[in-house]
């Protein structure tokens, strides 16, 4: 299997980036869950933590999609890849 990489960095390198940046929006609220229950009035706090892990994920998943959106390469040259892909199984 083959990707396309526009950037001429190595395939593992932009694998490592992708999934780092994935598993980094995935974790925050799964954290706080499990601190909650050595916190001082978890009934609230923990919630609270929850609550803001998930919108500074939130955050940083939507800025995360704009970058991403910013750098990808013209609709064309997807087209034309695909069609390589296609051609090529």
Do not use: Q, R
């Not at 998943?61 to 970058?67: A, H, K, P, S």
Request: with cysteine; aromatic share 12%; proline share 1%.
């Amino acid at each position: 299997m083959t990707t396309y990489n526009g950037t001429g960095a190595p395939e593992g390198w932009n694998w490592c980036l992708s999934y780092l940046a994935t598993a980094g929006i995935l974790i925050g609220f799964d954290a706080s869950a499990h601190v909650a229950e050595e916190t001082k009035n978890a009934s609230i706090n923990a919630a609270k933590g929850i609550f803001w892990s998930t919108v500074v994920s939130g955050i940083g998943g939507f800025v995360t999609i704009i970058l991403f959106l910013f750098c990808a390469v013209s609709i064309h040259v997807l087209i034309a890849f695909a069609d390589m892909l296609i051609l090529e199984a």
